[in-house]
C-alpha cells in the first residue's frame, strides 16, 4: 500500500468499486495477508489444531473478500484490528459451525508460504504456554507485533547492499532491545569504525524505524485518530507481561 493510505482507505475503495478495480482489491488482500498471524494465533488459542486454523482462517478471509462484509462497516466506529477481531467472531460462531470447513477460501485463496505458516505457529506456541492472558488481549500482542514486524521489514529493504546488510545486522538489536545486548563500542570494533559514526548511523536508523513505525501505525486508524495515542497503546500493549 502507498505511503497515506490507511487499512480503512483501501475498504472504502474496494467498497466502491468493482471486482474489476485490481489495484484495491490487490491491497485488500494484501491487507488480509498482513492480518493472517494475529488471527490465526487467536484462532489456535480457541483449541482448533494448526491445520483447522489455517482453513477457519482462510475460509474467514474467502468470505471477507467475497461476500464483500467489510463494505458494511462504519470506520467511525473503532478501530480497524476491533473490526476485523469481531468479524472472525461472528464467522466462527455463525458460518464456520454452521457449515465446516470452507477449504481455504474457495475462489478468493491467497497463498501463504510455508515460512509464513511456520512463523504464526512458533509465535503461538510461545505464547500459549507461558502468557496467560485473555484472548483479546493475546490477539492485540499478536497484531501489535506484527505490526513491528513489517515496520522492520520496510526498514531492513533500506539496507540492502552488502556493506548496509551488516550494518543493520549489527545495529537491529538495539531497536528490538531485549537482555544480553553487545556495547556500541563492540560493535564499532567489529565493524572498523569509529563510535563516533556508530552512533549516527544508530540515530539515523532509530530515525528512519520511528518513522516507518508510525506509518504503519497511521495505515490502522480511521481520519482523525491520535496516532500518537495509538502508538502509545502500541508500547503498551508490547511490554505488558500479562
Known amino acids: 500500500m502507498p505511503f497515506g493510505t490507511t487499512h480503512w482507505s483501501v475498504i472504502a475503495a474496494c467498497a466502491g468499486e468493482d471486482d474489476s478495480a485490481a489495484s484495491a482489491h490487490a491491497a485488500l488482500t494484501q491487507l488480509c495477508r498482513d ?5 490465526y494465533s487467536f484462532v489456535r488459542r480457541r483449541g ?9 482462517v482462510q475460509g474467514f478471509f474467502g468470505q471477507f473478500l ?3 462484509a467489510y463494505a458494511q462497516t462504519d470506520r467511525r466506529k473503532g478501530k480497524f484490528r476491533t473490526f476485523l477481531l469481531a468479524s472472525l467472531k461472528h464467522y466462527m460462531a455463525d458460518v464456520w459451525d454452521r457449515e465446516g470447513a470452507l477449504k481455504r477460501g474457495g475462489g478468493h485463496e491467497f497463498v501463504l508460504l510455508d515460512e509464513e505458516i511456520h512463523q504464526a505457529e512458533t509465535r503461538w506456541a510461545h ?6 492472558m485473555d484472548e483479546d488481549r493475546q490477539y492485540e500482542q499478536r497484531w501489535a507485533a506484527a505490526l513491528v514486524g513489517r515496520a522492520l521489514q520496510r526498514l531492513s529493504a533500506d539496507y540492502q547492499t552488502e556493506s548496509k546488510r551488516q550494518l543493520f545486522a549489527a545495529l537491529k538489536p538495539f531497536l528490538c532491545g531485549g537482555s544480553g545486548l553487545p556495547t556500541q563500542e563492540k560493535i564499532a570494533a567489529d565493524l572498523h569504525i569509529p563510535i563516533e559514526t556508530l552512533r ?10 520511528r518513522e516507518l513505525l508510525r506509518d504503519e501505525v497511521t495505515r490502522t486508524v480511521s481520519e482523525g ?3 500518537d495515542a495509538e502508538l502509545r497503546h502500541l508500547c503498551e500493549t508490547l511490554t505488558r507481561n500479562s
Open 35 to 39: 492480518s493472517w498471524p494475529p488471527l
Open 48 to 56: 482448533y489444531n494448526r491445520h483447522d486454523a489455517q482453513d477457519l
Open 66 to 68: 467475497g461476500n464483500k
Open 127 to 132: 505464547d500459549s504456554p507461558s502468557v496467560m
Open 200 to 209: 549516527s548511523h544508530l540515530s539515523r536508523l532509530r530515525a528512519r524505524y
Open 225 to 227: 485518530d491520535d496516532v
